[in-house]
Each structure stands twice: as structure tokens, then as C-alpha cells.
């Protein structure tokens, strides 16, 4: 099941939790933009503490993915400058399109319809972020 970003999770991976990683690790998130801080990644990776990264999302992908921004500069330093490394992978949030994260996508709606249908939705239902 899918976790929102809180609190409690938001920058989990910054220059102290960082520090605690073995050198040269590779990192890899799939799951929310929001638990990297970006500024302390690219540090990282300057001084070779992060050896590759790989990011299917990013804390302000709303301005930036699935759109064609091929005629626009994108005024947005830390991902021009994550580009701008050899060994990072970005992709524009595309690891939510598997089958099973499909299918959790249907089921979490059509549960929600239901509930909406029975007058009962819950304040605490599952919000499906993607």
C-alpha cells in the first residue's frame, strides 16, 4: 500500500541519514519526492558519498512532469543540476504504472465509491497520490 509523505518522512534521506550510509551507495526512490532532500543528495554525490542515484519522482515534479517543457527553460537549479551528473537516472514518475500499483489505484477508487455510495466515507479513507 501506498504512504502519504508526512512529517515524520518528509527529507528521511538528508546529510545526516546520509552520513550513515555506507560510501558510495546507490540510492533509489520510487516512492515520494518529499523524503529526499535534494540539496544534501547533490552534495552527496559531489563528494562520490552517493555513487549513483535514481529518482522516479521529485518534490516538485508537479512543475515539471508529463509535460513538454522542450521550449521552456526550467528555472529549477536542483533538478538542472541532478540532470547535469552522469550517474543519475531521473524518470517522470513512471514506476506507478505497473500492473499491481494499477490495480491498487482501482481498488482504493472503487472502495472510495462505494463508501461515498453508503454515505460512509471516512475521514481517514487511503488517498492514492501518484
Known sequence: MMHPLSK????L????TIGLMKPGVTLVNTSRGGL??????????KTKQI????????EQEEDLFFKDLSSKIIDDDKIQRL????NVLITAHQAFFTEEALAEIAQVTLDNISKLNENRMAKDAPVMLT
Open 36 to 45: 529526499i532532500n535534494t540539496t544534501d543528495v547533490i552534495a552527496a554525490l
Open 51 to 58: 555513487s549513483a542515484l535514481c529518482i522516479d519522482v521529485y
Open 8 to 11: 515524520e518522512n518528509h527529507y
Open 83 to 86: 540532470m547535469s551528473f552522469p
Open 13 to 16: 534521506i538528508n546529510k545526516k
